[in-house]
């Protein structure tokens, strides 16, 4: 069944799920080298403004390999943090990263549409470069909201579709071009990295995701496009 890029597609679960599982052994190294690295810029802008209230408990929500789950622990030893992922080979790259930092990373397999969490048990959440893959994005921001406690942060990295400029298109020629080649011959996954930007072009618009953040149940929503559009931060507040 071939994989569809984005949206609504009740049975698209599992094969996000193996894709990644597929691609884990080489997914950290693909992501550094077809970001050009700027995807640790990108990061710490959602850093800064998932612990902007000094949360005591934070959950990383499509965890993958735990970037972002580490760099919260890094940068604030104190706080709890729980990192989940449906992809079980993505989360055992991420076990290996957080043994040997000796850092205290809790990573566990779940679904990001039906977290096992009690409401209101986080202070903040973070999701990077996730949400576009989710078979219900409206359920998946429902669940995140109802585990957030009322004024609870939720920051989203996420890759808006390519603006229509010239910077757009030269984007679009990027994911449709460069990114199946390069990704394929390192992963040997071609397909996984063809779905990757076809997923981003098919994904909400910048103000559509922060509508549907909104509409979820959260207030003072924001975003910022990073590096001209490449990336977009999203935030709100729980309410
Ligand atoms: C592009 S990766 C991002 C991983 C990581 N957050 C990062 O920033 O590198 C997307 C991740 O979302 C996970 N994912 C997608 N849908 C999910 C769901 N419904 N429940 C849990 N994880 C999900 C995939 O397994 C994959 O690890």
Do not use: C
Request: no cysteine; hydrophobic share 50%.
């Amino acid at each position: 069944m071939t994989l569809p890029p984005a949206g609504q597609a009740p049975d698209k679960g599992p094969l996000v799920a193996a894709m990644f599982d597929r691609i884990a052994p080489r997914y950290d190294r693909l992501n550094r080298l077809l970001s050009l690295g700027i995807d640790g810029a990108w990061r710490r802008e959602a850093l800064a403004a998932a612990l902007a209230d000094g949360p005591a408990r934070v959950l990383d929500v499509a965890t993958g390999t735990a970037d972002m789950a580490l760099l919260l622990k890094r940068a604030r030893p104190e706080t709890q943090v729980i990192g989940v992922d449906f992809a079980e080979t993505m989360l055992q790259v991420g076990r290996a990263k957080v043994a040997r930092l000796g850092l205290e990373v809790s990573l566990q397999r779940a679904d990001a549409l039906a977290l096992p969490f009690a409401d209101a048990s986080f202070d903040a959440l973070t999701v990077a470069y996730g949400l576009r893959n989710f078979a219900d994005v409206e359920r998946g921001l429902a669940e995140m909201r109802r585990v957030l406690r009322v004024g609870g942060r939720l920051v989203v990295l996420e890759f808006p579709p390519p603006p229509a400029n010239l910077a757009g298109r030269a984007l679009r020629w990027y994911g449709r071009h460069v990114m199946p080649m390069i990704g394929g011959w390192i992963s040997g996954d071609r397909t996984a990295y063809a779905y990757l930007p076809a997923s981003t072009e098919a994904f909400l618009a910048p103000a559509e995701l922060s509508a549907a953040i909104a509409a979820a149940g959260f207030a003072r929503v924001q975003h910022r496009l990073q590096s001209f559009g490449v990336s977009a931060l999203h935030v709100g507040v729980a309410v």
